[in-house]
Nanobody, 117 residues
């Protein structure tokens, strides 16, 4: 059994910064995942990629956040962190931690991020 617990959401003003954290527990460690990171879903929209870090350390970012957000992995703490900077109202969404291991997808419960204008 693998559990992803995401936390750190909240309310921030446009132009501000916020950090999210995803802690992994259970049968897998952070470095076991083929890819781990974050997706988000705004009301009425499809879930979209925010950022992923792959097993080999390569990082992928969604077009709308590239250059503003940064993802990092702390193997010792079994945690992945998303730093969000220069935030915009359109970043408002529920953010979900995501981990892929072989053919299995694992999701966190989601954390709300709201950016006020």
């Amino acid at each position: 059994q693998v559990q992803l617990a995401d936390s750190g959401g909240g309310l921030v003003q446009a132009g501000g910064s916020l950090g999210l954290s995803c802690s992994v527990s259970g049968a897998l460690f952070i470095y076991n995942f083929d890819a781990i990171g974050w997706y988000r879903q705004a009301p009425g929209k499809q879930r979209e990629l925010v950022a992923l870090i792959r097993r080999n350390g390569i990082k992928d970012y969604g077009d709308s956040v590239a250059g503003r957000f940064g993802i990092s992995r702390d193997n010792a703490k079994n945690t992945v962190v998303l730093e969000m900077n220069k935030m915009k109202p359109e970043d408002t969404a529920v953010y979900y931690c995501y981990g892929q291991f072989r053919a299995d997808d694992h999701w966190g419960q989601g954390t709300q991020v709201t950016v006020s204008s």
